[in-house]
C-alpha cells in the first residue's frame, strides 16, 4: 500500500496521469452519480461529488455545466448563471447556453434570458425544447406574438412536443386569438388525454368564444379528473354565472371554500353571484373579507370600489376605483405627458389641465358635465376624447381645445386628469352630482334628419338593443332585435339608432319595414345627435346610445340586466346622473320578456299622450 502513494506521488511529478484518479473521474459514471444526488434531492452532496471531479480536471466544459445544473435544481439560480457562463466560456454549447437561459430566466433577469436563448437557438435551429425555452421567456417579457411564433415554430419541427402546444395555446389566448389556441389545446389534448388542466384551458377559451355549454362541460371534466382541486371547482362556478344559473354556481364558489376556506378566486366569484342576487349585506362582507386577506391588491380593491359604487357609496367606492391602474388588462388608458396629476387637491386657477377619455364611449359622455366646472375654476381646459367624438364635444361650453385620441402629440398642461377621476377630483356624492351638460348638434344637420324622417304625425322612437360584441357583460346587457317585436304594434314610429347591427338583427330589419333604418348616414356622435334631436323618445340598453340621448335631454327608457354598470345603482328606476331617464330592470327572474312588456305598456301610454296633444293643438 505504502508502494503504491509513493508510486502515485512520483507519477504526479512526472507530470503523467494516474490512472486511479482518472479511473475515478469518468464522465459518464460522474454525471451518472451526480445525476442520483440530485434526484434524491442531495444537492450538497451533489455539488461537493462535482467539485471532487472538477479538482482533477478543473476546465472541463462538461463538469462545469453539471454543476449548473446543480444549482440550477437546487434553486440557487444566481450559481446556475456562474456556472453556466463557464462553461460556455469552455464551449459555447447550445445546451449550455440553454440551462444559462433557464437560470436567468428563473432568477428574472428575461431580457438576457432572451439573449441567451436567442443565440441557442441559432447554434441549433432544429431543437424544439430549445424554441419552447425561448418562447417561455418572450411569454414572459410580454412579447406575446414572438412568443407564440417560437412555440409554432416548435411545433412544425416537433407535432408531438407537447410543453410546444400547452405554450402555443397559452399564449395565443393572451394575444385573445382564441379559435387558435383551441386548436393547440385540442392537440394538449390528443398528447395527454384526460388531463385536467388541459380541460380547464379549453373550457375559458370556449368561455371567451361565447360556447358556454361546452365551457361548462370541459368544467365539468376537469373537476372529474381532480375533485379535490378547488379551482376546478371555481371554474365550473364561474362557467355556471356565465349561462345565469346564479345559485348553482353559489353553490360550487361554497363547495372550494370548504376545500381551500380563503381561496381568493372563490370569495372574488362568491361576491360575484351574492350580488347578481341582490344579497347584498352577504355580498359587503365577502368584499370587506377580501380586501382584508390581501390588501394591496388593486383588483380586489376595484371590486370593492364598484360593489360601493353600485350601493351608492361614492365617498369609498371612488376613491378605491383609481386602484384600475394597478390592475392588468382592464381597457383603459391614460398616456403619459406633460402635467402633474390633477385630483382635485391643487389650485387650478390660471393653469392649464388636460382632461382624457381614459374609458368607454359613455363614460366619455357621462363626465362631460365637470368640464364647465374645471373653466369656472379659472382653468384652461384642453378635451381628449375618441375620434367619434371629437366634432360634438369640441364645442361643449369650457373646452378650449378638444382633440382626438389619434393626435400624436398632446400640448404641454400644468396638470392632466382621467375624465373618469372627475368624479373623485370634485368629490361627488349621490346628492351633489352636476347635472349634464345639454348637447346640441347643428341645426342644418337637424334640419336634414328631420326631412330624412317624413311627416311628423307619430311619436317618434329610436331604438337601440345591443353594444359591442368585445363587452365583458355583452350577454347581459344585449338583446335580439326579434325581441322587441313586441312593441311594434302601439301606433308609433319607430327609427334604428343601432350601429353595426348582428347578422340575425339585419335579417329582421330586412323583414320589419316599419323600423326606419339610415344607420348607414351615422357616420359619428354628431350625426347620431342630430338624429335623436329629431326623436320623442329614446328606448335602448346601456350604450353610450343612452348617455347621448339622456344627456341631450331627449327622454330615454334603459332596458337594464338583473345586476347592471355601477352608474345604474340599485332597486330605483330613474338615475341621478339624468333627468330625462327611465330604468326599466329586470326582475329576480333575470330575463328581457317582464321587462318589455313594461315598456310596451308604458309606451302605449306616451302614444296616447301624443295622440292627445295632437289633437288639442
Known amino acids: 500500500m505504502q508502494m503504491k502513494r509513493r508510486e502515485r506521488r512520483a507519477t504526479a511529478k512526472q507530470g503523467k496521469p494516474d490512472p486511479n484518479v482518472r479511473a475515478n473521474n469518468n464522465l459518464a459514471a460522474v454525471h451518472a452519480e451526480v445525476v442520483d444526488k440530485m434526484r434524491a434531492g442531495r444537492f450538497l452532496e451533489a455539488q461537493l461529488r462535482c467539485r471532487q471531479a472538477l479538482e482533477a480536471t478543473p476546465e472541463d466544459a462538461e463538469l462545469l455545466h453539471l454543476m449548473a445544473l446543480v444549482y440550477l435544481n437546487a434553486a440557487e439560480f444566481d450559481h446556475a448563471v456562474e456556472w453556466a457562463s463557464r462553461a460556455i466560456r469552455k464551449d459555447p454549447k447550445p445546451s449550455y447556453l440553454a440551462t444559462l437561459g433557464t437560470a436567468l430566466q428563473r432568477s428574472g433577469r428575461l431580457e438576457e434570458a432572451s439573449q441567451v436563448l436567442d443565440k441557442a437557438v441559432q447554434l441549433k435551429p432544429d431543437d424544439a425544447a430549445l424554441w419552447v425555452s425561448l418562447g417561455g421567456v418572450l411569454e414572459g417579457l410580454k412579447r406575446l406574438s414572438e412568443a407564440a411564433l417560437c412555440f409554432q415554430h416548435a411545433l412544425k419541427l416537433d407535432p408531438h412536443h407537447l410543453a410546444a402546444a400547452w405554450g402555443s395555446a397559452a399564449t395565443l389566448q393572451q394575444l385573445g386569438r382564441l379559435e387558435e389556441a383551441l386548436v393547440d389545446c385540442d392537440l394538449c389534448e390528443r398528447l395527454q388525454p384526460n388531463d385536467a388542466l388541459t380541460a380547464t384551458l379549453r373550457s375559458m377559451l370556449l368561455r371567451g368564444l361565447k360556447r358556454f355549454e361546452e365551457s361548462l362541460a370541459d368544467a365539468r371534466r376537469a373537476h372529474s379528473l381532480d375533485p379535490k382541486n378547488p379551482d376546478f371547482c371555481v371554474n365550473v362556478g364561474d362557467a355556471l354565472l356565465w349561462l345565469d344559473r346564479v345559485e348553482e354556481g353559489l353553490e360550487w364558489f361554497e363547495r372550494a371554500l370548504e376545500l381551500r376556506p380563503f381561496l381568493l378566486s372563490a370569495l372574488e366569484s362568491k361576491g360575484r353571484a351574492l350580488r347578481r342576487l341582490h344579497r347584498l349585506v352577504e355580498a359587503t362582507a365577502v368584499y370587506h373579507q377580501l380586501r382584508a386577506i390581501d390588501p394591496t391588491n388593486a383588483r380586489l380593491e376595484f371590486a370593492l370600489a364598484t360593489h360601493h359604487l353600485w350601493l351608492g357609496n361614492f365617498e369609498a367606492g371612488w376613491r378605491e376605483r383609481e386602484a384600475r391602474w394597478r390592475v392588468p388588462g382592464l381597457p383603459i388608458h391614460f398616456p403619459d405627458g406633460p402635467g402633474a396629476l390633477w385630483l382635485g387637491e391643487e389650485s387650478i386657477a390660471a393653469k392649464s389641465i388636460l382632461i382624457y377619455s381614459d374609458e368607454g364611449l359613455g363614460d366619455a ?36 381645445l378638444c382633440l382626438p385620441h389619434s393626435s400624436s402629440t398632446l400640448p404641454p398642461v400644468d396638470f ?21 351638460i345639454r348637447l346640441s348638434a347643428p341645426a342644418d344637420r337637424v334640419s336634414a334628419w328631420d326631412e330624412r324622417l317624413g311627416p311628423r304625425d307619430r311619436l317618434r322612437v329610436g331604438l337601440v338593443w345591443s353594444g359591442s360584441l368585445t363587452h365583458p357583460n355583452d350577454m347581459n346587457r344585449s338583446i335580439a332585435l326579434q325581441s322587441l317585436t313586441p312593441i311594434l304594434d302601439v301606433g308609433a314610429t319607430f327609427v334604428s339608432l343601432q350601429k353595426d347591427p348582428r347578422p340575425d338583427d339585419q335579417a329582421v330589419l330586412r323583414e320589419r319595414p316599419e323600423i326606419i333604418d339610415l344607420t348607414a348616414q351615422l357616420t359619428d356622435f354628431r350625426e347620431t345627435a342630430a338624429l335623436v334631436s329629431c326623436l320623442d323618445l329614446v328606448i335602448t340598453v346601456d350604450t353610450s346610445t343612452a348617455h347621448l340621448a339622456a344627456t341631450m335631454g331627449c327622454p330615454t327608457w334603459i332596458m337594464l340586466s338583473r345586476t347592471p354598470d355601477f352608474r345604474w345603482l340599485v332597486d330605483r328606476d330613474d338615475s341621478p346622473w339624468y333627468p330625462a331617464v327611465r330604468l326599466f330592470r329586470q326582475t329576480e327572474t333575470r330575463e328581457y320578456g317582464s321587462v318589455i312588456e313594461r315598456v310596451r305598456a308604458e309606451l302605449f301610454v306616451a302614444v296616447g299622450r301624443a295622440g292627445d296633444g295632437a289633437k288639442q293643438s
Open 365 to 400: 359622455i357621462q363626465f362631460t358635465r365637470y368640464v364647465p366646472l374645471l373653466a369656472a375654476q379659472g382653468a384652461r381646459v384642453v378635451l381628449v376624447v375618441q375620434d367619434s367624438l371629437q366634432d360634438l364635444l369640441s364645442t361643449l361650453p369650457g373646452v378650449s
Open 416 to 436: 392632466r386628469c382621467p375624465a373618469t377621476s372627475l368624479p373623485l377630483a370634485f368629490r361627488t356624492m349621490l346628492d351633489t352630482i352636476p347635472p349634464p
